[in-house]
């Protein structure tokens, strides 16, 4: 797990630590590395009912940087004209339900499964040539080689973003993901907003004149930061996170031969794959939400103006929810309860774009997984929120 900011809580509710909360208390007081307070929350019944409450639990601190950002990198954002108005996740406004149909007519299932035919013949070129470079005795990085680009790829052609290069859009995800959810000293975040600034200028330029979604927002009467804002939420939450994902798992599944030789034989079923990967090895792994009244939270008194930290990848391991909770077992009754996308109003509107690719690489990969031996395996930066897996370096597996 990617929680290390959590790792030595000082006060948990009706135990010593956070430690205790992971062995199954609900919730626990924690301090992160600036010395502000949250009230984390496991348990699977609790994340929900904070994530399916706007009212009691607003989203309003769900894009506020972890670490404060200093005078010198707000100048520099301000320099590029930066501006983040609530949009999507971390809009409570009446505005957000409209922005969010817009939104999810652009994602619609019809044009996300019109993707799919294009997508497999991609994926399909692809392993082929891992695979060739496997034959010959050279390792491959399944993240950068595969995983790293197609979601935003797929992102492109149904919301017609602009035409920038990939590398540049992966490069700006990356750093937005740091600066906003990352502990960062003054110098790194000034060269992250550097590299954010840089991007939103591109952002900007696009959302006065582009077409596809961009175009839908104008015409719906939306002003052009609240255009820009939902442009910048997908090309970090629209692609970033399902690139993570898909190495995630396939990290995870070549340590599940069982499992992938289901996959080879039809015995299990890719969907049911995907979902429990999703439970077990989500790319989110904490949500945030700010307590808007004096409540209760299970047996906790929460007060107003709480900053909630949501363990969605704990939740996913809830023993009341799966019978087995750390183990793979595609299929097993709960798995698909899991929070991954969240649950709510502000449920994930690219859910079915994620399942999508994630059924459709893991078809045309899964033989190339059980031939393999990982070399490398991803590490990941601290983080809050997100995995952010860096490569996965495999070598070929010898015949037997």
């Not at 984390?40 to 609790?46: C, D, F, Y």
Request: with cysteine.
């Amino acid at each position: 797990m990617l929680f290390r900011a959590w790792e030595q809580a000082p006060e948990a509710t009706g135990s010593a630590g956070a430690g205790a909360a992971v062995a199954g208390v609900d919730t626990a007081r924690v301090v992160d590395h600036v010395g502000v307070a949250h009230l984390l929350v496991t348990r699977h019944a609790l994340v929900r009912q904070v994530l399916t409450d706007p009212v009691t639990y607003r989203p309003d601190n769900a894009l506020d940087a972890v670490t404060p950002i200093p005078v010198a990198a707000l100048r520099i954002l301000a320099a590029h004209r930066f501006r983040l108005p609530p949009t999507l996740a971390n809009n409570g406004g009446v505005d957000h339900p409209g922005i969010r149909a817009l939104v999810a007519d652009a994602l619609h299932p019809k044009r996300v499964a019109d993707q799919r035919d294009w997508l497999a013949a991609l994926v399909r070129r692809r392993v082929a040539g891992l695979d060739a470079t496997l034959d010959g005795g050279v390792p491959v990085d399944l993240h950068a080689g595969l995983a790293a680009d197609l979601p935003l790829l797929v992102l492109a052609r149904l919301v017609e973003l602009p035409d920038a290069p990939v590398a540049a859009v992966k490069d700006f995800a990356r750093a937005a993901l740091e600066l906003f959810w990352a502990p960062l000293d003054a110098d790194r975040q000034q060269f992250l907003a550097a590299e954010v600034g840089r991007f939103h200028r591109v952002l900007r330029e696009f959302a006065a004149t582009g077409g596809g979604l961009a175009a839908s927002l104008r015409d719906a009467g939306h002003p052009p930061d609240v255009v820009v804002g939902a442009l910048f939420f997908l090309l970090v939450a629209g692609q970033e996170t399902t690139s993570q994902f898909l190495t995630l798992l396939m990290h995870r599944l070549i340590g599940e031969p069982a499992v992938l030789a289901g996959l080879r034989d039809g015995s299990v079923p890719v969907a049911d794959v995907v979902e429990e990967g999703l439970r077990l090895e989500p790319p989110i792994v904490t949500w945030r939400r700010v307590a808007a009244l004096d409540t209760t939270l299970g047996q906790t008194a929460v007060a107003a103006g709480t900053s909630i930290v949501l363990w969605l990848g704990r939740a996913g391991r809830d023993p009341a929810v799966v019978e087995s909770p750390d183990g793979f077992r595609p299929g097993q009754p709960g798995s698909r309860r899991h929070l991954a996308f969240g649950a709510g109003v502000h449920r994930c509107v690219g859910d079915q774009l994620a399942r999508m690719e994630a059924t459709t690489v893991l078809t045309e990969v899964a033989p190339l997984l059980a031939r393999v031996r990982v070399l490398r395996a991803p590490r990941y930066p601290d983080n809050l929120t997100f995995r952010m897996p860096d490569a996965l370096v495999v070598t070929r597996e010898p015949l037997s």
